[in-house]
């Protein structure tokens, strides 16, 4: 018994052809490698920028150079325009580097004598530091006294400070380091300090204190550690230790 031979017609033809076709076309399709789906509220890879980290926050006064966790500070009365605490800076530096268990703290003390020049370079360091962090006041107090012609003459006419950044201008153009050195000022004068350079030695251990006169050479720092570190001073009132020879510093 022979069936009768089934000859499709040319439509089903083009119609089973299309449809061969459309099976390729999705089996290569899903040989394909897949782009991510994106998270539901995260940004898509393309057209929406990534947020930008935020900023560290700027560090703010009390200025110190040197270890965080030193057991013993000290603490510098300076002015700006004082010619014996410019050149008393580079030395407590030095030796502030050789020292880890000591750090040095930065506390305003313009002197009448030297302003209005005094408190201007105060309040270009101030506004450095409130810019760019403990790094950037240190080296602005670095580059005042190497261009100041000191003793209230301030800066060279026309000299502007290179690191100044549109920050540290909207400082300047504040009230906000005015009322920061007053009351530094203020407190210096509440603590019987009036000349610079003072240094006031901290244990911070302890909480004791000692009250150092003029600028003090590195043996003289180290018999005053010894003698926080034993105890020899009250918590209550800081004993005072007049400045030993300096040799060839000024006086």
């Given at each position: ?11 089903v ?6 449809a ?7 089996a290569w399709?899903?040989?394909?490698p ?12 393309q ?7 935020a ?14 966790d030193?057991?013993f ?8 325009e ?14 502030i580097?050789?020292?880890?268990d000591?750090?040095?703290q930065?506390h305003?003390l313009?002197?009448t004598?030297?302003e209005?020049a005094?408190?201007?370079g105060?309040r ?7 810019a760019?962090g ?10 005042v006294y190497?261009?100041?012609r000191g003793?209230g003459?301030?800066l ?8 100044l950044?549109?920050a ?10 005015d009322?920061?050195i007053?009351?530094?000022?203020a407190?210096?004068?509440?603590e ?8 006031r030695?901290?244990?911070r ?10 600028p003090?050479?590195?043996d ?11 105890g ?20």
């Amino acid at each position: 018994m022979q069936f009768a031979r089934f000859i499709p017609s040319r439509s089903v033809a083009l119609v089973a052809l299309l449809a061969v076709i459309a099976l390729i076309a999705a089996a290569w399709l899903g040989m394909q490698p897949q782009a991510p789906t994106a998270e539901r509220g995260s940004p898509s890879v393309q057209g929406t920028a990534q947020p930008a980290p935020a900023a560290e926050a700027s560090a703010a006064p009390p200025w110190r150079y040197g270890r965080d966790d030193a057991r013993f500070t000290v603490v510098e009365y300076a002015d700006l325009e004082c010619p014996f605490c410019r050149a008393y800076f580079a030395v407590l530096k030095r030796w502030i580097d050789t020292h880890p268990d000591v750090n040095w703290q930065w506390h305003h003390l313009p002197l009448t004598m030297h302003e209005p020049a005094a408190s201007t370079g105060a309040r270009l360091v101030e506004c450095a530091g409130e810019a760019g962090g403990q790094a950037a006041f240190w080296e602005a107090v670095e580059w005042v006294y190497a261009h100041t012609r000191g003793d209230g003459q301030g800066l060279p006419e026309g000299l502007r400070y290179p690191g100044l950044t549109p920050a540290a201008q909207q400082c300047l153009d504040s009230d906000r380091p005015d009322a920061l050195i007053r009351a530094q000022s203020a407190s210096a004068a509440q603590e019987g300090v009036k000349a610079t350079p003072t240094l006031r030695l901290q244990d911070r251990q302890s909480g004791k204190t000692l009250l150092l006169h003029g600028p003090v050479e590195g043996d003289a720092l180290l018999s005053a550690i010894d003698l926080l570190a034993a105890g020899g001073t009250t918590e209550t009132a800081s004993n005072e230790m007049p400045a030993e020879s300096l040799g060839d510093m000024p006086r």
